[in-house]
């Protein structure tokens, strides 16, 4: 309710003080006013949930549903979505936070657009000529296809694919999934074999379904989820028949979906149906791409950091992809169509954040609630000597390190949870400082700031310890809805409620929190220095056959 009181309130504009009106100022003022009348959904399903924001024009939330959805695990590794599901809780949610917005007086006509953030990676796949599922959705985590992408790496033109598409080979792109599902389900492989197998990420499931499905037939996916599946040429933006040659798929018996601009008036449809029926949909992104857009990270050089379940750290390059020699990722961070050029940006991720917090909340019973974590670790003065390398999985981005286990270096008989809790949040600080020191490797350039968002950035301590670990501000927004905020502001792009990005300099830019570094250069590189030293110490626990393929 709280949200609804404090947005209602926003939608007004504030008064200026008589002094301080000018021509400029009194400008401002009806722009405000007029854009605090003008309203854009958003529509983001993530990993585990999904949601429904309504923002007003100046990046204001002012109503909001969400809802979590079931996660099916069927086999170890293994991790899918029901798409029927997804459909349905993007459903809900548009008419439950679209009923809170009309209770608040508000009418539904000054909706002008919708945008749509999606989970990248996770495979959708239907039968063209119905439009039913023909397999639940592989989500982006899921590891089944650890042992195609080990015969992958082997297969003559391997090495090429880093170049053309920024990404290495991997379980986590769209296109292993796919050689997967035609390899081992029988009705995707007729399906196949017949020409009627339609292909997806969630973006496009969701599009073709909230248009309607097969009756119109919508069948699009924006460039940035389109970079995510390896089908994509990363330097044309289009569909390279080398690269599907490689994973050995036939163009015409596989229905690939339109690659479009992430901002269209057009390209994305319109509702078919609810209390929004008739709305435009004219906004997509990836969710990483749309936190990025979100933080209005529009120049070379700016940056984001995602704290949630895992961490995943966006830096714009500009109008030119930049292939990374130091393991990170080259992929579009938005293309906001008309005369301009898409714009790229290099990855990092890190595989835990969020989740090291659940580990002591659900594993170990440190805390009852992920929020208690930054007031465990603030009942010691420093992490007492204890570094977590949280490599349940191995180490993502920049190490690339398949052999090793989660491991804490340092334990005493002096060591408390607290000193465990500081650990694990300094874990993923650590990683984001060697994500950000490879994109300085391949970019040329040195960041002065980060702005940060996500569940972890909500933590005091947390970001404190960042900054005095990367030595320069950490800049969280007020406001953290970001990927959200996102897929709204390329939806308002292309229905003009914003024209060009010094229009959104205001947006939320309000209660600010920044972070300034509070120790020297010299100590923050000591710990940083402790931290890189226990993860080469890390190295080795599992022998050649158990990593084999952790990272396949």
Not at 427 to 441: G, P, R, S, V
């Amino acid at each position: 309710m709280a949200i609804q009181e404090i947005s209602a309130k926003s939608a007004e504009p504030q008064p200026v003080p008589k002094e301080q009106v000018t021509d400029d100022s009194q400008e401002q003022l009806l722009d405000e006013e007029k854009l605090g009348k003008v309203f854009i959904g958003s529509i983001d399903q993530g990993t585990t949930s999904t949601r429904f924001i309504i923002f007003d024009g100046m990046g204001e939330p002012v109503a909001q549903h969400q809802i979590e959805f079931t996660q099916h695990y069927p086999q170890s590794g293994w991790h899918e979505h029901d798409p029927y599901e997804l459909v349905s809780s993007v459903e809900t949610c548009i008419e439950k936070a679209t009923g809170i917005f009309e209770d608040m007086n508000y009418d539904i006509s000054d909706i002008k657009a919708i945008g749509i953030t999606n989970q990248r990676e996770t495979t959708v796949v239907w039968d063209t000529n119905t439009g039913e599922p023909l397999y639940n959705a592989i989500a982006w985590p899921d590891t089944r296809t650890k042992g195609l992408v080990r015969e992958l790496k082997n297969r003559e033109g391997a090495d090429e694919l880093l170049g053309l598409t920024g990404l290495p080979l991997s379980t986590y792109p769209a296109s292993v999934k796919l050689v997967w599902l035609i390899d081992h389900v029988e009705e995707v492989r007729k399906a196949y074999e017949e020409g009627r197998l339609s292909f997806g990420t969630v973006d496009t499931w969701i599009l073709y379904n909230l248009n309607g499905g097969k009756e119109r037939d919508i069948h699009v996916t924006d460039c940035t989820n389109a970079s995510r599946t390896m089908f994509m040429n990363l330097h044309t933006v289009q569909y390279d028949d080398k690269l599907l040659d490689f994973f050995k798929l036939d163009r015409k018996k596989l229905n690939l979906p339109k690659i479009v601009p992430s901002s269209s008036p057009d390209a994305f449809g319109s509702l078919a149906r609810g209390i929004l029926k008739g709305v435009r949909i004219a906004g997509c992104l990836g969710d990483q791409s749309s936190a990025l857009v979100g933080q209005q990270g529009f120049t070379p050089g700016s940056a984001k950091n995602t704290y949630g379940t895992g961490c995943f750290l966006l830096y714009n390059v500009g109008e030119k992809p930049v292939i990374s020699k130091h393991g990170l990722l080259a992929t579009i961070a938005y293309d906001f169509g008309g005369k301009r050029k898409p714009v790229y940006a290099l990855e990092g991720s890190i595989a835990v954040a969020g989740s090291g917090v659940k580990f002591l909340m659900n594993n170990m019973g440190f805390i009852t609630h992920s929020h208690k974590i930054s007031d465990l670790a603030a009942s010691v003065e420093d992490n007492g000597g204890c570094v977590f390398v949280t490599a349940f999985s191995g180490l993502f981005a920049p190490y690339w390190i398949d052999d090793a286990k989660g491991t804490i270096f340092g334990i005493t008989q002096f060591t408390e949870q607290g000193h465990i809790a500081r650990a694990t949040l300094e874990a993923t600080c650590f990683q984001t400082k060697a994500i950000l020191d490879a994109m300085e490797l391949d970019s040329g350039h040195k960041l002065n700031m980060l702005a940060v968002d996500g569940g972890m950035s909500n933590s005091n301590l947390c970001m404190q310890t960042q900054a005095n670990i990367i030595g320069i501000p950490v800049d969280r927004p007020a406001m953290r809805e970001t990927t959200a905020l996102g897929a709204a502001i390329a939806a308002g792009f292309a229905v003009d409620v914003w024209k060009e990005f010094d229009e959104l300099k205001e947006i939320n830019q309000k209660d600010r929190m920044v972070f300034e570094p509070n120790v020297s250069q010299e100590e923050g590189a000591k710990m940083f220095k402790k931290w890189d030293r226990a993860v080469q110490m890390c190295r080795g626990w599992l022998d050649a056959d158990e990593a084999n393929g952790e990272f396949s």
